[in-house]
């Protein structure tokens, strides 16, 4: 997956990241290194967060017999 990212450096020098791909979802860092590491958990985590929310959404009435879902996650570490 590539996600499109805004970084800035506010008034202290520190480093503002936003992945504009995601709403919601910055961190910051000390230095340009820092602030990237920071986004890529962040990203994780809002995506982890997203599946959990949409799971819970799903409502089955009936247990179906076969079910299959694709969800690509190339690229992501989860160390």
């Known amino acids: 997956?590539?996600?499109?990212?805004?970084?800035?450096?506010?008034?202290?020098?520190?480093?503002?990241?936003?992945?504009?791909?995601?709403?919601g979802c910055m961190t910051e860092g000390r230095?340009?290194?820092?602030?990237?590491?920071?986004i890529n958990e962040a990203i994780v985590g809002c995506i982890k967060s997203r599946l959990k929310?949409?799971?819970?959404?799903?409502?089955i009435t009936t247990l179906p017999t076969h079910m299959s879902i694709d969800v690509d996650t190339t690229g992501i570490n989860y160390a």
């Open 31 to 38: 230095t340009l290194d820092e602030a990237i590491k920071n």
């Open 1 to 23: 997956m590539k996600f499109t990212l805004l970084i800035e450096q506010d008034e202290t020098g520190r480093y503002v990241v936003e992945c504009t791909d995601l709403p």
């Open 53 to 59: 929310t949409a799971s819970e959404k799903i409502h």
